[in-house]
């Protein structure tokens, strides 16, 4: 397995604000990913993270409101930007360690008000 | 692509009871499909897996079944405990192996 440390595990912002949401891997991968859940729902992916290049996005999400950085091989953040109501989910991060396992850390809820 | 769906959406057992979460799948391409407890707070834990050249895994009171001619996978859990309350996802990626898609969830209650 992997030990995937996501900061913060939780915060409540204002709207029309942002949060960087930081993963810190315990050993270096290659793909790194990032979800959103819903209250409630399951996991859509937001983008796909490589390191040296430019995010993959999936369809529904943008690089303007949802920006990524992969400055190394162990480090990944996601920034959700002018932040809404809507936006209040749990943000994952996960890796894949080359053997097609995905693993995932404890998530990041965010409350917008 | 793929779309993975999932039922039940809530299970409650009683204590002691085996429980049994059920997937389909659309992408006959998909060859691998993992199985994820949710407890609350908390990120989703890989429990079991099973990749399509084995028709069944077994760990302990945990199982998982693939029958990739009807295009299903299931979980079973024996002699449930209360500590198993959470909700499972399945999933299901292709050999591209980066893309994962999810069922929309079991929330599994073990009544003690």
């Known amino acids: 397995s992997a030990v995937i440390s996501q900061k913060p595990s939780r915060d409540i912002c204002q709207r029309g604000t942002s949060l960087t949401i930081q993963c810190q891997v315990d050993s270096q991968v290659t793909m790194m990913f990032w979800y959103r859940q819903q209250p409630g729902q399951s996991l859509t992916l937001i983008a796909t993270a490589n390191q040296g290049s430019e995010a993959t996005y999936e369809s529904g999400f943008v690089i303007d409101k949802f920006p990524i950085s992969r400055p190394n091989l162990t480090f990944s953040t996601l920034t959700v930007s002018n932040l809404s109501p809507e936006d209040s989910s749990i943000y994952l991060c996960?890796?894949?360690?080359?053997?097609?396992?995905?693993?995932f850390g404890q998530g990041t809820r965010l409350t917008v008000v | 692509g793929e779309n993975v769906e999932q039922h039940p959406s809530t299970l409650s057992v009683q204590e002691g009871d085996s429980a049994v979460i059920k997937c389909t799948y659309s992408d006959s391409a998909s060859n691998y499909f993992p199985w994820y407890k949710q407890e609350l707070g908390k990120g989703p834990q890989l429990i079991i897996d099973i990749r399509s050249n084995v028709g069944e895994k077994k760990d302990q009171r945990i199982a998982v079944t693939l029958n990739k001619t009807a295009k299903h996978f299931s979980l079973h859990i024996t002699e449930t405990q209360p500590e198993d309350s959470a909700v499972y996802f399945c999933?299901?990626?292709?050999?591209?192996?980066?893309?994962?898609?999810f069922g929309t969830g079991t929330s599994l209650t073990v009544i003690p």
């Open positions: 999933a299901a990626s292709t050999p591209r192996g980066n893309q994962f898609y």
């Open positions: 996960s890796v894949d360690r080359g053997i097609g396992e995905a693993f």
